[in-house]
T-cell receptor, first 115, second 114 residues
Framework: DTAVSQTPKYLVTQMGNDKSIKCEQN?????MYWYKQDSKKFLKIMFS???????INETVPNRFSPKSPDKAHLNLHINSLELGDSAVYFC??????????????FGSGTRLTVV | AQTVTQSQPEMSVQEAETVTLSCTYD???????LFWYKQPPSRQMILVIR??????QNATENRFSVNFQKAAKSFSLKISDSQLGDAAMYFC???????????FGKGTSLLVTP
């Protein structure tokens, strides 16, 4: 059973396109996140949602828009893709904002390549 | 803002030996959580160990243990009896009690040699 699943695992697209990455968790967690891992492996928070409400919205271009239809899903939509958006995007979830006994659980990542 | 610093971009250890990865952090909070995550080449983020700041006892998980020094804001990871499968990128991370976010260090790449 996959705890946090995100699709697709790989995404290659042209500049200017619009794309979405989907994320679902079956852990009963109340908080979900999107992280971006750049080419130097640095991981940075983009968004966090608690019970479908936006809690954290870091300095991210408006072209990135998260959508949480329910507590178990957090999707990431990206408009007008740019070369600099190429990265690995991780979805994660947690209980009680990360203070639960298992911390944060991550999906396997989506490698986005913009050409 | 909380910052996490990993001063060792790369470390190397021989199989069966012990290695310690360093991590320091900066915070004005008194209640927080610290984590070590492992990222092998498969890129999956795997929780290695977790420490609550209010607990004085250092966390241990089998061959992995931490040295948590709250006053010094230091949180090092010790890997005993290193195995080839331990080779990975290791990230130290911080989460405030009410933070709803995990702040990562830049990572330490661990190489395990036979």
């Amino acid at each position: 059973d996959t705890a946090v699943s995100q699709t697709p695992k790989y995404l290659v697209t042209q500049m200017g396109n619009d794309k979405s990455i989907k994320c679902e968790q079956n852990l009963g967690h109340d908080t979900m996140y999107w992280y971006k891992q750049d080419s130097k492996k640095f991981l940075k928070i983009m968004f966090s949602y608690n019970n479908k409400e936006l809690i954290i919205n870091e300095t991210v271009p408006n072209r990135f828009s998260p959508k949480s239809p329910d507590k178990a899903h957090l999707n990431l939509h990206i408009n007008s893709l740019e070369l600099g958006d190429s990265a690995v995007y991780f979805c994660a979830s947690s209980l009680q904002g990360g203070t639960g006994p298992h911390g944060y659980t991550f999906g396997s990542g989506t490698r986005l390549t913009v050409v | 803002a909380q910052t996490v610093t990993q001063s060792q971009p790369e470390m190397s250890v021989q199989e069966a030996e012990t290695v310690t990865l360093s991590c320091t952090y900066d915070t004005s909070e008194s209640d927080y959580y610290l984590f070590w995550y492992k990222q092998p080449p498969s890129r999956q983020m795997i929780l290695v160990i977790r420490q609550e700041a209010y607990k004085q006892q250092n966390a241990t998980e089998n061959r992995f243990s931490v040295n948590f020094q709250k006053a010094a804001k230091s949180f090092s990871l010790k890997i005993s009896d290193s195995q080839l499968g331990d080779a990975a990128m290791y990230f130290c991370a911080y989460s405030a009690n009410s933070g709803y976010a995990l702040n990562f260090g830049k990572g330490t790449s661990l190489l395990v040699t036979p």
